[in-house]
């Protein structure tokens, strides 16, 4: 194999953190270069939604520790703006040039914005990156009235913040209840409730018509049901969409995130491999074994975490490469539960209720496709969870097999 001289990590991320670890570890010796957006070095994100906007002294440092071995150059605050395959180079924005060998894509997720073309006034904020965080944590101050748009975990963890700080929360959920489409009916029913009794407004089947502003600055919310909602501070928790935009024109498919082969590699439009680039994280889309290999775009941290990893060994053994076989998931806090996952539960067709003692503030539920278990749940029931985690994985391994791979057409180098 040819072992590349100068690797590029674009996404000062967790994913592109525990990449350019695994290439040191794997033995890489090269020049590694880490190109970031954000002026920070990588940074926790679960953190923000929750210690850094209810700390009540000086928000916590959400810096991940960096190994001194790593030996990087760092070239933070300079997004990419455009990638060459056939050169194989990476464009900044303010002009420079980076040319590699090979390629690590780790740039993450944006926040997704209020559809339209005009921006919403000043006070209808995101939370996605750091300075966001920082900057809503200044909003969120006792007796402000403050909206959260959307009903997923985000929306949830930063309701519950909110209130948390001493806010007049108003949760708005365009479906019948909270994380419905993520977790469904019974885990939803549940998280009402936690909402509800923390004291939260918590309207469903409800969107935003428009947002009012008197001089630039937000004053109320025009609803779905007719009514107007006087607010402070609105926050969007609308989901998240792929960084791709600095893509265009590349030749890679990134209709829904970076289109990836079962090791991470990424896809040109023609389904052949680009060579010497591999994807993780976020923005990677990739074909999950629990899925029958389908493409997935997975927004959790182990998976930021395991893909980072699993994308260094790619570039590290190319001619045996293996499988990407991560078992998803996810956890969240609100008003005091502790919620775990494992798998997918989003694509279960069948929910089963192992366990359901609301007074004890204790739920468990199995997520199952044709009859196969896909994914569980627990609420105050965390050390369950390791016996779906063992079975979600055997699947994997059983859908991936351990033979050694095919390797995929490759276009031209």
């Given at each position: 194999m040819?072992?590349?001289?100068?690797?590029?990590i674009?996404g000062?991320?967790?994913?592109?953190l525990r990449?350019?670890?695994?290439?040191?570890?794997g033995?890489f010796a090269g020049?590694?270069t880490i190109?970031g957006a954000?002026p920070?070095p990588?940074?926790d994100?679960?953190?923000?939604?929750?210690?850094?906007l209810t700390?009540?002294?000086?928000?916590?440092d959400t810096?991940?520790p960096?190994?001194?071995?790593?030996?990087?150059?760092?070239?933070?605050?300079?997004?990419?703006?455009?990638l060459?395959?056939e050169?194989r180079t990476?464009n900044?924005s303010?002009?420079t040039a980076v040319?590699y060998?090979?390629?690590v894509?780790?740039?993450g997720?944006v926040a997704?914005?209020?559809p339209?073309?005009?921006p919403?006034?000043h006070g209808v904020?995101?939370?996605?990156?750091?300075?966001?965080?920082l900057?809503l944590?200044?909003e969120?101050?006792?007796g402000r009235r403050?909206?959260?748009?959307?009903?997923?975990?985000l929306g949830s963890?930063v309701?519950?913040?909110?209130?948390a700080?001493?806010a007049?929360?108003?949760l708005?959920?365009?479906?019948?209840?909270?994380?419905?489409g993520a977790v469904?009916?019974e885990?939803g029913?549940h998280?009402a409730?936690?909402?509800?009794g923390?004291?939260i407004d918590?309207?469903?089947?409800?969107?935003?018509?428009a947002?009012?502003?008197?001089?630039?600055?937000?004053v109320?919310?025009r609803l779905s049901?007719g009514?107007?909602?006087?607010?402070?501070?609105?926050?969007?928790?609308?989901?998240a969409?792929?960084?791709t935009?600095w893509?265009?024109?590349?030749?890679?498919d990134?209709r829904a995130?970076?289109?990836?082969d079962?090791?991470?590699r990424?896809?040109?439009q023609?389904g052949t491999?680009?060579?010497?680039v591999?994807?993780?994280?976020d923005?990677?889309?990739?074909?999950h074994p629990?899925?029958g290999g389908?493409h997935?775009?997975?927004g959790?941290w182990t998976n930021a975490?395991?893909q980072?990893?699993a994308a260094a060994?790619?570039l590290?053994?190319?001619d045996r490469p293996?499988p990407f076989?991560g078992?998803?998931?996810?956890?969240s806090?609100?008003?005091?539960a502790?919620i775990?996952?494992v798998?997918?539960?989003?694509?279960?067709?069948t929910v089963?209720?192992?366990e359901?003692?609301?007074a004890?503030?204790?739920?468990e539920?199995?997520?199952?496709h044709?009859?196969r278990?896909?994914?569980a749940?627990?609420?105050g029931?965390t050390?369950r969870?390791?016996?779906?985690?063992?079975?979600?994985?055997?699947?994997?391994n059983?859908?991936?097999?351990?033979?050694?791979p095919?390797?995929?057409?490759?276009?031209?180098r």
């Open positions: 040819t072992v590349p001289a100068e690797l590029v674009v000062a991320s967790l994913a592109g990449a350019a670890e695994a290439l040191r570890a033995g020049t590694l190109v954000e920070h990588p940074y994100r679960p953190p923000l939604s929750k210690q850094v700390a009540t002294g000086p928000p916590p810096t991940l960096v190994r001194d071995d790593l030996h990087a150059r760092w070239l933070l605050g300079r997004p990419a703006a455009g060459d395959i050169h990476v900044l303010d002009g040319p060998d090979a390629l894509i780790t740039t997720a997704r914005s209020w339209g073309h005009r919403p006034p904020l995101t939370l996605r990156g750091l300075d966001d965080a900057r944590r200044g969120l101050r006792p403050t909206a959260v748009v959307g009903g997923g975990f963890e309701a519950a913040a909110a209130r700080r001493g007049h929360v108003t708005l959920v365009a479906a019948e209840q909270p994380l419905l469904g009916t885990v029913a998280v409730a936690l909402h509800r923390a004291g918590l309207r469903t089947g409800t969107t935003v018509e947002f009012e502003a008197e001089r630039g600055r937000l109320a919310l049901d009514s107007r909602l006087p607010a402070d501070t609105a926050v969007l928790a609308l989901g969409v792929p960084a935009r893509l265009a024109g590349a030749g890679l990134i995130g970076i289109r990836c079962a090791y991470l990424a896809l040109r023609d491999v680009a060579p010497g591999v994807v993780a994280g923005v990677a889309s990739v074909p629990l899925a389908r997935l775009l997975l959790h975490a395991e980072g990893e060994r790619t590290l053994h190319p293996e076989r078992v998803p998931s996810f956890w806090d609100l008003h005091g502790r775990r996952s798998g997918l539960p989003a694509l279960a067709d089963r209720v192992v359901r003692e609301p004890a503030g204790r739920l539920v199995a997520y199952e044709q009859g278990l896909v994914g749940l627990t609420i029931r050390a969870l390791a016996a779906y985690r063992q079975e979600l994985q055997r699947r994997g059983e859908a991936t097999g351990r033979d050694r095919v390797p995929a057409r490759r276009g031209p």
